[in-house]
């Protein structure tokens, strides 16, 4: 079933409702990696593509009109950002921000359910009604798994999922596949084909979650999975990979999932997910130069959603591994600039040339850009 264009709005002013099989596209929400196929995913990847001159103010990457220095677009000249996140964020908030502002955009915000009036007992239907008739997107963070999908319900405009708990994180996934690609291509390989270990939490990790279903739009993946004891990763994920033909193979030990990978994704613990007592086993280090190097996986491409648990004890990745030529963690968090550009380009129906057009020289210097 194909929703309608946002000016064929129904009675009551609401977009048509996401259902399943949506693809993603103008004027939809994005709520969960299940909207993309291969063919929309290019088109996004595409778009990132086209956009990362204005994203990362770098010449000679993507578009050849964009990047000879015309980094300052205002194709969202008037629009604005509902942005909503009830769950602390550092990456995901600042760079849908962000990648809002270098549309030319507007972004209105609020962080927590002390600043909103959800603290006085306000439904989620109600704020989203509200807000949306404020804004022209909204992106929205919440701790509570299928709650982005009550807030689209009742918008008048197109949300997007920042992360519902345990659930989804579908921006997360889309610039983690946009980054393994890139990282790949470097080194003359493909995600098609490719062996990646995903290691942590991963019955709690929805990066994790997200990730491995939009790794079904690709082709002969084998996954090697290491969770420590009761954070496994949950049946339902496991049968989206397995029912796509990809090898799925559960390991003892890091080392051995680690073992013969193109790349490792980990993740933290979601401590605050986790109800009773954290298991004994979590402790230490997940990743570490040690470990890596008793995998043979020096070279690995190492990738993290981020936050990295930096605390003594975190058991995640260690920064003994910040030199190494695999490190893609601060890749991805650049990346999630564009690719979150393209999203809000796909949903209020922008093309690149819209996006050309609405482009002209900076007139500052953006030389401490360069490189990154
Ligand atoms: N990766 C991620 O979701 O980071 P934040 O929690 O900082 O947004």
Known sequence: MTAPDLDQSRPNGSLHPYGEGELFGKGKHLLSVSQFDRPTLVDLFTLADTVAPIAQRQLGRGDRQLATGQTVCSVLDGAVLGSLFFEP????????????????????????????????????????????????????????????AQFA?????????????????????????????????????????????????????????????????????????????????????????????HRLTVCDTVVEALRGADAVYTTRVQRERITGEVPASIQGNLIDRSVLAEADALDIVIMHPLPRDSRHDAYDLSSDVDDLPGLAIFHQTDNGVNVRMAIFLTALGCSPEMVRVTTKQRPWDATLHWNR
């Open 153 to 245: 319900a009742a918008s008048v405009v197109p949300v997007i999922n920042a992360g519902d708990g345990a659930g989804e994180h579908p921006s997360q996934a889309l610039l983690d596949l946009y980054t393994l690609e890139k990282e790949l291509g470097q080194r003359g390989g493909t995600v098609d084909g490719s062996t990646i270990a995903v290691v942590g939490d991963l019955r709690h990790g929805r990066t994790v979650h997200s990730l491995l279903k939009l790794l079904t739009v690709y082709r002969d993946v084998s996954v090697r999975l290491f969770a420590p004891e009761s954070l496994e990763l949950p049946d339902e994920t496991a049968r989206h990979l397995t029912s796509a033909g």
């Open 89 to 148: 964020s550092t990456r995901t908030r600042l760079s849908f921000e962000s990648a809002f502002l270098r549309l030319g955009g507007e972004v209105t915000t609020t962080t927590g359910f002390t600043f909103s009036s959800m603290a006085k007992g306000e439904s989620i239907e109600d704020t989203s009604r509200v807000v949306s008739g404020y804004s022209d997107v909204l992106v929205v963070r919440h701790p509570d798994e299928g709650s982005v």
